[in-house]
């Protein structure tokens, strides 16, 4: 191999580095930038003021499908839905209802819902699930 063609290929090898490194740097900074939007649909608190349940949709853009959650937090904290303890999730949209009684939280789902994931229970707080008409 002449000193040229080594050359070449050191070049190339350098060129080919430098676009999976910048490739790299921009994903990372792309994902940092992405943000979801989370549209609260209701929010509820208990009967003795001291938690709130919200249900929200959150929505990350086209390449991804919107989710329904349910979370609580005392009432003392702002909805940060980052933060906030999410009890379920379920597919897509759907039109969750919250009611309390006592210190049981009970969501109301609608049989044709997909529900992924459900908690019992949060700290001293029972969850029911119920799959609605």
Known sequence: MSRRQRTILLLSVILVLLALVA???ITIASLAYMKCDDRVIQSTPSASGE???????????????????????????PFQPAKDSS???????????????GNELRINVPKSCYVESEERSWGPVKIAVVRAE
Do not use: D, E, K, M
Request: aromatic share 12%; charged share 10%.
């Open 23 to 25: 490739h790299r740097v």
């Open 51 to 77: 938690y709130v349940a919200s249900s929200f949709v959150r929505n990350c853009g086209a390449t991804s499908a919107f989710v329904t959650y349910v979370s609580l937090r005392h009432a003392s904290q």
């Open 87 to 101: 009890v379920v999730s379920i597919a897509n949209r759907c039109p969750v209802t919250l009611a309390w009684s």
